[in-house]
């Protein structure tokens, strides 16, 4: 059997890139099926949720190099003629479905991979550089949009391939010729067939299938962002000494050895500050933060659960501290209440005073066991205990506090 395909035969090398897929794509799809229903729980269990997830993405990005190699070599082979040249149909389905199956075996892992790039945390991809991809930014839109065309394509290979495995069974059992066998390399001997030409008419369908997948994800509202399933609290408005007009509060968490970095969307700052004092207390801050606004990569909804934030239950957290000036800097003493638990937080901050405009920035570390957040995870290899919070704002100074 010779490297190359001919007019009757698949050649080595196409056989071989033939089975090597088969054998990967059969692996990485009921990996992503039982990783999906495994629960997450416990750090055990997160662990080993984490580790398929990781195997699957992994095998996706191999399919999807190996198979723009066997897109590249079948272009330049000579394409094995038809068996039944005459069943018009058949071929054109046939040669629709491989058309369809090269497009999914590029486009569904792409499309997977675009979105493991766009959001952050959980199940890394174990190929070197593999977490990021060029000219692909941090951003839970991209991500939505990527996770519904990865989910459509993923349909559409599971479709074809049923429909694929079917055509080879037909033609072994039904039509008992070697249509099946010239791929295992048991092909009997075949006389010369006629060559056969790579035909715009197969591409056409498949392409106006891929519209047609498209379309009704589009219906089915594949690619809107996700949310975690709870909404957000509406907060009250504020009376300030100085008014928030910019400003983000953020977190970071490590997940696995890496990190996931969120933001709260919503949040309140009722401030007075007096920056005529020289030393002492100056000021005061209570603020609101409304937890259903956090978005936070990939892990979100696990975020807003119950061994979490539990966001539908305590829908708020609170920072009410007095600000003091001191000879070395700033620093905001007061308690910090995250669900049913008040904890004492000093934190040292930076600001800077122009007129009537002020900014702020703080970073501080809080140990997430003490707000009774994750305390089912008790394995840092899993979640770290600490996370990092920083908090930057722009405020300008209310003109009744001049």
């Given at each position: 059997m010779t490297l190359s395909n001919t007019t009757s035969h698949y050649g080595s090398v196409t056989r071989s890139f033939h089975w090597l897929i088969a054998l990967l794509?059969?692996?990485l799809i009921p990996v992503a099926m039982i990783a999906q229903e495994l629960p997450y729980e416990t750090a055990e269990q997160l662990t080993r949720k984490a580790l398929l997830f990781s195997l699957h993405k992994t095998l996706g990005v191999s399919v999807f190099l190996i198979a723009l190699l066997r897109i590249l070599w079948a272009v330049t082979q000579t394409k094995p003629a038809s068996l039944h040249?005459?069943?018009?149909?058949?071929?054109?389905?046939?040669?629709?479905?491989?058309?369809?199956?090269?497009?999914?075996l590029v486009l569904a892992p792409l499309s997977g991979w675009i979105h493991h790039a766009a959001t952050s945390g959980f199940a890394p991809i174990w190929w070197p550089l593999g977490q990021s991809l060029p000219m692909v930014p941090k951003s839970e839109y991209v991500a939505a949009v990527a996770?519904?065309?990865?989910?459509?394509?993923?349909?559409?290979?599971?479709?074809?391939?049923?429909?694929?495995?079917?055509?080879?069974?037909?033609?072994?059992?039904?039509?008992?010729?070697?249509?099946?066998?010239?791929?295992l390399g048991r092909a009997p001997d075949l006389p010369a067939l006629a060559p056969t030409q790579h035909r715009i008419a197969p591409l056409l369908g498949a392409a106006i299938v891929w519209a047609g997948a498209l379309a009704l994800g589009s219906v089915l509202g594949v690619y809107s962002e996700k949310g975690a399933g709870v909404t957000a609290a509406t907060l009250q408005d504020v009376t300030s000494g100085w008014t928030v007009q910019d400003g983000q509060i953020t977190l970071n968490v490590t997940q696995f050895g890496s990190e996931v970095q969120g933001s709260f969307a919503d949040w309140t700052a009722s401030i007075t500050y007096d920056d005529d004092v020289m030393s002492g207390p100056?000021?005061?801050?209570?603020?609101?933060?409304?937890?259903g606004s956090l978005t936070l990569g990939s892990v979100t909804d696990q975020a807003m659960g119950p061994d979490f934030f539990d966001a539908t239950t305590f829908e708020t957290a609170t920072y009410t501290a007095d600000l003091i000036k001191g000879i070395d800097g700033f620093?905001?003493?007061?308690?910090?209440?995250?669900?049913?638990?008040?904890?004492?937080?000093?934190?040292?901050?930076?600001?800077?005073?122009?007129?009537?405009?002020?900014?702020?920035?703080?970073?501080?570390?809080?140990?997430?066991?003490?707000?009774?957040?994750?305390?089912?995870?008790?394995?840092?290899?899993?979640?770290?205990?600490?996370?990092?919070?920083?908090?930057?704002l722009v405020a300008t100074r209310a003109s009744d506090a001049q």
């Open positions: 794509v059969l692996t040249p005459k069943r018009k149909v058949e071929t054109l389905l046939a040669e629709t479905a491989h058309w369809l199956l090269y497009g999914s996770g519904g065309f990865h989910w459509v394509f993923g349909k559409v290979m599971v479709v074809t391939l049923i429909a694929h495995l079917a055509g080879a069974l037909k033609h072994h059992f039904i039509d008992q010729d070697a249509t099946l066998r010239r791929m100056a000021g005061a801050v209570d603020a609101v933060i409304s937890i620093m905001a003493e007061g308690t910090l209440t995250i669900k049913d638990r008040t904890v004492p937080v000093t934190m040292p901050f930076s600001l800077l005073i122009d007129g009537d405009t002020a900014q702020m920035h703080a970073s501080l570390t809080l140990d997430r066991r003490s707000y009774g957040i994750g305390d089912n995870m008790n394995d840092e290899s899993a979640l770290a205990f600490d996370v990092g919070v920083n908090i930057d």
